[in-house]
Every structure is written in structure tokens, then in C-alpha cells.
């Protein structure tokens, strides 16, 4: 699994919203404690998905992106 983390709530609920439009399996969840860089949610995926959501942070220029962690 890979968390998404965002500066900025909305970004991060668009970010889930543009993940299940390319019918990519995810859940937006309280970032873990470890994890410093976010606004408190992040969106969780499946890590054989990780091209789609690196081709929608590239393309749609997230600027609150903190970043992509395995769990």
C-alpha cells in the first residue's frame, strides 16, 4: 500500500476524487503520526497503481504534494 500526502485538505480530497475517475481503488485516511508532511488526511492506494497517481500529481500540479510512502 502507498499513502499520498498533501498540505492542504482539498487538494487531497481532489487528488482521491481524480484517482477513483481512472477506477483506481483508494480511501482518504488520518495520515499516521510518523508521516509530519500533511494537513492531516491522506489518500490510500494499492502500490500496482503507483504510475497513475505519479502521472496525475505530474500532470495536474498538485503544489501542496508532500509526497508518496510505502506501508
Do not use: H, Q
Amino acid at each position: 500500500m502507498v499513502i499520498a500526502t498533501f498540505r492542504s485538505r482539498t487538494e487531497t480530497l481532489n487528488f482521491a476524487s481524480i484517482l477513483r475517475s481512472y477506477n483506481v481503488w483508494c480511501l482518504v485516511i488520518n495520515t499516521p503520526r510518523y508521516i509530519n508532511v500533511s494537513c492531516g488526511i491522506s489518500v490510500k492506494f494499492n502500490s500496482v497503481d503507483i504510475d497513475v497517481a505519479k502521472m496525475i500529481i505530474s500532470r495536474r500540479g498538485f503544489s501542496t504534494f508532500g509526497g508518496f510512502y510505502e506501508i
